[in-house]
Nanobody, 124 residues
């Protein structure tokens, strides 16, 4: 079992920045590929970014490249999503998720553990 708790969401103006954190507890955090997903009202859950267990490999959805950065600190059992140049269309609930397999990183169904989510609202 892995427990995930997100924090750092809030209200920000367009063009601003936010730093989301996900704190993990339970099984060794360093074994898990971590992903950040988001879900806006009326839309499907979509992958924002993912990072391998070692942190060597990362993936970003095209629309987030250059604006979002995913990182992790295995010593602190934490994964971070740094978001900049935020747009109103980035408004969503953001979730962190964990899977044992990097090969599963693209699909939400491939993740075994999920946090409760944190709301990000970007005003225009």
């Amino acid at each position: 079992q892995v427990q995930l708790v997100e924090s750092g969401g809030g209200l920000v103006q367009a063009g601003g920045s936010l730093r989301l954190s996900c704190a993990a507890s339970g099984r060794p955090f360093s074994s898990y590929t971590m992903g950040w997903f988001r879900q806006a009202p009326g839309k499907e859950c979509e992958l924002v970014a993912a990072i391998s267990s070692s942190g060597i490999r990362t993936y970003y959805a095209d629309s987030r490249k250059g604006r979002f950065t995913i990182s992790r600190d295995n010593g602190k059992n934490t994964v971070i999503l740094q978001m900049s140049s935020l747009k109103p269309e980035d408004t969503a609930v953001y979730y962190c998720a964990a899977t044992l397999y990097w090969s599963n990183y693209r699909a939400a169904a491939g993740y075994d553990y999920w946090g409760q989510g944190t709301q990000v609202t970007v005003s225009s």
